[in-house]
C-alpha cells in the first residue's frame, strides 16, 4: 500500500515539473520570452505581466528575457530540446523555417476577430505561411532619413514630405550638395546591408525574390533591385557625399559623428529616435524625413515584430488570450511607446500620443500605410542566404572592392544554391 501510495506521489510531482505551459494546483503557467530591451520597452511588458497576473488567476504568466542577438539560435534549441517557451517574441523575418518546420502553431482559429480585423491584411501577410498564420505582427519600423534640421536649413535644399518625397535622384545630388570640406551629406550604417537594401528597394520597384509557379523562389538581382545600392555605392566612392568609414559600422556608431556636425543625414530605423533623445547634445535641433521615392513611392518593406505560440504548448488557447490582451489597442500603444516603433494596429495607430509632432511621431505615422512585407519574408533559406550570401557580398560592393557585375553573379548564383537546397 504505501509503495503504491509513494509511486502516486512521484507521479504527481514529475507532471508539476514539466516545462512551458505547467499546472500549479490548477493554476497554469505559461512562459513568455520577450525580446524587449531598451529600459522603456522591458517596463511596458513586465508592467502588462502583472497586469495580465493580477485578472487572471487561474492563468500566471512568467516573463522571461531574450535577447535579439541569438533568438533564432537559441528558439531552434528550445524547440528541439522541447523546452521552447509557450508565447514566443521575434520578427516575421525570423519565422518562416519555424513555421514550415512545425515549431510554431497556427493561429488561425485562435485569435479573436477583434485582433484580426484591427491589423490590416498587408501586416498579416508577414506571418502568413501557407494556409496558416504563425504569429501576430504588432510593431513595426519604417526606415527615415533623421536630419541635423540646422545644416538643412542653412544649406537651402527642399525638404521633403511624405506628400512631397525625395527621388533617389534628387536624394544623391542633395548629399553631395551638403558635402565639402571633410564634411558629409549622409552616413549609411551597414554593417547589417541586407534588409536596408531590400526593404528600401521596394519604393524602386525591386523584388529581388521571384516565386515561380511550382512555388520555388529564385534570386533575380535586376534593374529596380540595383537602385538603391547603386545610389549608395556612388555616394560612397563616386560622389563622396556619404562617410567611407560608416560602411562597416551599426547605427548608433553613427550618432557621436551626427552630433558633432559631420553628417547631414543618417538613414535609421524609427525607433533610433529615443537613443537620439538621450544622446543628443543640447540645443541640437533634429528632424524626421521620409525615405526617398521612386516608382514605388514611399513604399518599402518592414519586417514586424510578432508574437507566435508554440506548438507544443499545452495551454494555445491561454497563450492567445495573453496576446490579445497584450495587443489590445490602449496596450498596444504602450508598447509601441516603449519601443519607439509604429503599432500595427489601426485603433493604435489612430491615437493622438503617436500623432504628435514631437520628436517627429508623425513624420513616422505618415509612412504607416506605405509599409509592405519585406521581400524575403516567406523565403526558407533567407537567414542562410543573408549570413553566407548576401551580407558580405554588398559589403563587399559597398566598399568598392567588387563592381555591380560580381554582385549580381554572387546574389543570384550563389544564392540559388543556398535556396534551392531549402526548396528540394
Not at 530591451?37 to 504568466?61: C, D, F, M, Y
Amino acid at each position: 500500500m504505501h509503495a503504491r501510495l509513494l509511486a502516486l506521489v512521484l507521479l504527481l510531482l514529475l507532471a508539476g515539473c514539466s516545462s512551458g505551459g505547467t499546472r500549479d494546483n490548477g493554476r497554469i503557467t505559461l512562459r513568455f520570452q520577450s525580446l524587449a530591451w531598451q529600459e522603456e520597452s522591458v517596463e511596458a511588458n513586465k508592467e502588462l505581466v502583472k497586469e495580465w497576473n493580477a485578472t487572471h488567476p487561474g492563468v500566471r504568466v512568467e516573463y522571461v528575457q531574450g535577447s535579439w542577438d541569438s533568438v533564432h539560435d537559441q528558439l531552434l534549441t528550445a524547440f528541439e530540446g522541447g523546452e521552447a517557451p509557450d508565447i514566443i517574441h521575434d520578427a516575421s523575418d525570423d519565422l518562416a523555417d519555424f513555421a514550415y518546420g512545425g515549431y510554431l502553431a497556427d493561429l488561425t482559429h485562435l485569435l479573436p476577430a477583434r485582433l484580426k480585423s484591427d491589423i490590416p491584411r498587408r501586416s498579416w501577410e508577414t506571418t502568413t505561411f501557407g494556409d496558416g498564420v504563425y504569429g501576430v505582427p504588432f510593431l513595426q519600423e519604417p526606415r527615415v532619413l533623421i536630419a541635423n534640421a540646422k545644416w538643412l536649413k542653412r544649406s537651402g535644399v527642399r525638404i521633403p514630405t511624405p506628400e512631397k518625397p525625395w527621388s533617389w535622384a534628387e536624394f544623391r545630388r542633395i548629399t553631395e550638395q551638403l558635402s565639402g570640406r571633410g564634411k558629409y551629406g549622409i552616413a549609411w550604417p551597414l554593417k547589417e546591408p541586407v534588409s536596408a537594401t531590400l526593404n528600401l528597394s521596394l519604393s524602386t520597384g525591386g523584388q529581388l525574390f521571384h516565386r515561380g509557379a511550382d512555388g520555388k523562389v529564385t534570386v533575380r538581382f535586376e534593374a529596380a533591385d540595383q537602385v538603391v545600392p547603386r545610389t549608395i555605392h556612388a555616394q560612397a566612392g563616386t560622389d563622396r557625399s556619404a562617410s567611407p568609414t560608416t560602411l562597416g559600422s551599426g547605427g548608433s556608431d553613427t550618432l557621436p559623428g551626427f552630433f558633432g556636425g559631420r553628417y547631414a543625414m543618417v538613414p535609421l530605423g524609427f525607433s533610433y529616435r529615443q537613443q537620439i533623445v538621450q544622446q543628443a547634445p543640447k540645443g541640437f535641433d533634429w528632424q524626421v524625413l521620409p525615405a526617398p521615392a521612386g516608382a514605388g513611392g514611399l513604399t518599402q518593406g518592414v519586417s514586424p515584430q510578432t508574437l507566435s505560440v508554440a506548438e507544443d504548448s499545452p495551454h494555445k488557447k491561454e497563450a492567445a488570450a495573453f496576446i490579445d490582451f497584450l495587443l489590445s489597442p490602449r496596450n498596444m500603444v504602450r508598447l509601441a511607446l516603449g519601443d519607439w516603433m509604429l503599432p500595427t494596429g489601426n485603433r493604435a495607430l489612430n491615437d493622438p500620443a503617436l500623432r504628435t509632432p514631437e520628436h517627429g511621431w508623425a513624420a513616422g505615422t505618415a509612412l504607416a500605410a506605405h509599409l509592405r512585407p519585406a521581400p524575403a519574408q516567406t523565403v526558407r533559406g533567407y537567414p542562410e542566404w543573408k549570413d553566407k550570401v548576401a551580407t558580405p557580398a554588398l559589403q563587399e560592393y559597398y566598399s568598392g572592392a567588387i563592381g555591380i557585375r560580381e554582385l549580381r553573379e554572387r546574389l543570384e548564383e550563389d544564392g540559388n544554391l543556398v535556396l534551392a537546397r531549402y526548396q528540394r
